[in-house]
């Protein structure tokens, strides 16, 4: 099963402050995701990433940075962070084709004051 | 936008040993479904994939497609106290775009 792991696991900080959330993948995947789950809800996509220095919008993208320096890394960037991004963020990786399965990671919980 | 209801829409309590059937509708052609078990604070676990319309099984799962429906199921049989837990569906849209768009979840209690 494809290897993804995320940092930190959680994080508080400060609204207006900066979040970075840091995603690695070891299973040459070429696809990255960022989603994020709020209680009682699915998950909904942030940014995605099918290729290394590329990135892309997703769903909700308002609010998030991307950034794929390397086909391994994928990274969601919080610029001013805000109470409504409190959140669990996940990140998944999938192999190049459509229609493939994608494997997530174990989570960020974040949480703004 | 495209939506996925997911059945029962909340949560649902089970003896041990009984089945579950868990539902997902959508509401356009869908290309695959993916199914995911989690835990609390925890990771997505995929459990079944299915391309297109293809039953899939694992163990104890079963998922399975109705196209002309709209709808995909999740069996599962001879629930364990150890199934307790989040079960969210996924679907990847057949109408150009590849994501995945996620029900909200059932969340699963079997009791002795």
């Known amino acids: ?113 | 936008g495209q939506q996925v209801q997911q059945s029962p829409p909340a949560s649902l309590v089970l003896q041990e040993g009984e089945n579950a059937e868990l539902q997902c509708t959508y509401s356009t052609t869908l290309n695959s479904m993916q199914w995911f078990y989690q835990r609390p604070g925890g990771r997505l676990v995929s459990l079944l994939y299915s391309p297109s319309w293809a039953e899939q099984r694992g163990g104890r799962l079963t998922s399975s497609a109705a196209s002309n429906e709209s709808r995909s199921s999740l069996h599962i049989s001879s629930s364990q106290i150890t199934d307790s837990g989040t079960y969210l569906c996924a679907m990847e849209l057949s109408s150009g775009s590849w994501q995945l768009i996620f029900g909200s979840g059932t969340q699963l209690t079997v009791m002795p």
């Open chain 1, 1 to 113: 099963e494809a290897a993804v792991t995320q940092s930190p696991r959680s994080k508080v900080a400060v609204t207006g402050g900066k979040v970075t959330l840091s995603c690695h993948q070891t299973n040459n995947h070429d696809y990255m995701y960022w989603y994020r789950q709020d209680t009682g809800h699915g998950l909904r996509l942030i940014h995605y990433s099918y290729v290394a220095d590329s990135t892309e919008k997703g769903d909700i993208p308002d609010g998030y940075k991307a950034s794929r320096p390397s086909q391994e890394n994928f990274s969601l960037i919080l610029e001013l962070a805000s109470l409504s991004q409190t959140a669990v963020y996940f990140c998944a990786s999938s192999e190049r084709d459509r229609g493939q399965a994608q494997y997530f990671g174990p989570g960020t919980r974040l949480l703004v004051l």
